[in-house]
């Protein structure tokens, strides 16, 4: 079975940086558009950035200029740079293919902006 560990949210004050790893295990990894979803208390999931294999990233307005995704297809990890963190971007992150998001779900990381 697919298998997707987000990690490294945690609590972390206004203007502040933190950087969320995904792990993908057991499918193609380097063939995908990867992308980082998250997901606020009562609003839906949205992507809020994309990598194709060959590092074309692409980003939400919200965080563009903010965010830096990267991945490492050799070891099937993707991450997502996230600087000047606002409150707004308080949410769960996870991470599924960026085109079509079928795969299972990980349980995600939690980040939350608040001083």
């Known amino acids: 079975q697919v298998q997707l560990v987000e990690s490294g949210g945690g609590l972390v004050q206004p203007g502040g940086s933190l950087r969320v790893s995904c792990a993908a295990s057991?499918?193609?990894?380097?063939?995908?558009?990867m992308g980082w979803y998250r997901q606020a208390p009562g609003k839906e999931r949205e992507l809020v950035a994309d990598?194709?294999?060959?590092?074309?990233?692409n980003y939400a307005d919200s965080v563009q200029g903010r965010f830096i995704i990267s991945r490492d297809n050799a070891k099937n990890t993707m991450y997502l740079q996230m600087n000047s963190l606002k409150p707004e971007d308080t949410a769960v992150y996870y991470c599924?293919?960026?085109?079509?998001?079928?795969?299972?779900w990980g349980q995600g990381t939690q980040v939350t902006v608040s001083s």
């Open positions: 057991r499918i193609i990894f380097g063939l995908r558009i």
């Open positions: 599924n293919d960026a085109v079509r998001p079928t795969l299972t």
């Open positions: 990598i194709t294999s060959s590092g074309t990233t």
